[in-house]
């Protein structure tokens, strides 16, 4: 297989056409078969439902090349399982995992030559999504709706690849209790965008968000959970329910303790005891994990002791190990990689 001619190595995270997309439809209550097309635009009503009420959500999963030339994407499964709950709070219909997983594994296929090689640093990032297609104009659910995935190569979500960031503490909530932020609707998104281009306007790389009920503890950034290291080399992450359940999160704390022998504390976290951290890092697939040197509330800076350089030595660890398991150097635990081909 050929591959594209793409400077792979210089690549960001931006949306570059591909070939081909999956895409199954909705209505009278089933899905239908669905299948890959090459038309990469949507057409709808000026009514639909995903237009006038932001009915939909989506996922994030990666492909890549292993070192012994396979391809592979790491726990789809979770992936479809995030999506089946995200559906149900948003009252859309699950697309049903099995068919999820096969639809992730025709569109790597069919897209084959967009995939980075091994050691370029760039993946293929897959976008499954779902939205209410239908036209409503009360306000209640679509019964008419569209999956699809997508998928282009994508390179750091951060520019500068692994620097450390600079991060500020956000006026905004991203959630609120009892609320959405538990689930991946793009309305969670629609809510950050004013906050982060208020945090890049500030020269900041992210925005913290704290618990939208008492504004004390740690939440998440807009695209990734956060892992802290404390001095004792612990592991430590928020536990809330208002977070997305990052896969890449979840992966790291088994990570952290059945391959590097770390504790790790999932609890509550004070913004107040932020400042006794050793390190600090954003995970999530797209971000995989981002090291933070600095975080500023409201003009209080913490600066983290593992610096503006490079990675902490704990977070890199975890960062090896990590994408050790997903390029295929390091073995994985049961069921944790699809291989494509
Ligand atoms: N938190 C938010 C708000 C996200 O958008 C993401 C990205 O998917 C994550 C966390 C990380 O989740 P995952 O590791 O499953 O990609
Ligand atoms: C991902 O990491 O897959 C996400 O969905 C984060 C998004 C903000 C790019």
New binding site residues.
């Given amino acids: 297989m050929e591959k594209k001619n793409i400077d792979w190595g210089n690549l960001g995270f931006a949306y570059m056409e591909t070939d081909k997309r999956f895409v199954s439809n909705y209505k009278d209550g089933a899905w239908d078969e669905g299948g890959l097309i090459s038309d990469a635009n949507v057409t709808m009503s000026e009514c639909a439902c995903v237009l006038q009420y932001a009915q939909t959500c989506f ?3 990666k492909a890549y090349t292993t070192e012994d030339g396979h391809i592979v994407t790491f726990r789809p499964d ?2 479809a399982e ?1 999506m089946e709950n995200s559906a149900k709070r948003l009252e859309m219909p699950v697309f049903p995992k099995e068919r999820f997983i096969d639809a992730v594994v025709q569109v790597v296929a069919a897209n084959e030559a967009y995939v980075p090689p091994f050691g370029s640093g760039a993946t293929l990032y897959l976008r499954p999504y779902m939205y209410g297609k239908n036209a409503v104009i009360g306000v209640k659910p679509a019964d008419e709706f569209e999956f699809r995935v997508f998928c282009t190569p994508v390179g750091p979500y951060f520019k500068g690849g692994v620097k450390p960031l600079t991060i500020c503490v956000s006026d905004f909530d ?1 959630a609120a209790p009892c609320g959405t932020g538990h689930v ?1 609707g793009g309305l ?2 629609a809510m950050s965008l004013h906050a982060i281009v208020s945090a890049h306007a500030a020269g900041f790389d992210e925005n913290m968000y704290l618990d939208p009920k008492t504004r004390t503890k740690v939440e ?6 956060f892992l802290f290291v404390t001095r004792d080399n612990k592991v430590v992450t928020p536990k809330s329910d208002s ?7 979840r992966s790291l704390v088994h990570v952290a303790k059945e391959y590097l022998g770390l504790e790790v504390e999932e609890r509550e976290i004070y913004l107040e005891e932020v400042k006794d951290f050793a390190e600090c890092g954003l ?5 995989v994990i981002s090291p933070v040197g600095k975080i500023v509330d409201h003009g209080k800076e913490i600066c983290l002791p593992s610096g503006m350089t490079e990675m902490g030595p704990i977070t890199k660890k975890l960062y090896d190990t990590l994408t050790g398991i997903q390029m295929g150097r390091i073995k994985a635990p049961e069921g944790w990689i699809k291989v494509i081909k």
């Avoid at 998440?220 to 959970?225: D, F, I, M, P, R």
């Avoid at 977070?243 to 890449?248: A, D, R």
């Avoid at 995970?283 to 971000?287: N, P, R």
């Fill in positions: 996922e994030g999963l979770l992936n995030r991203r991946k969670n998104y998440e950034t807009g695209g990734a959970n977070i997305l359940p990052s896969i890449t999160r995970c999530g697939t797209a971000a």
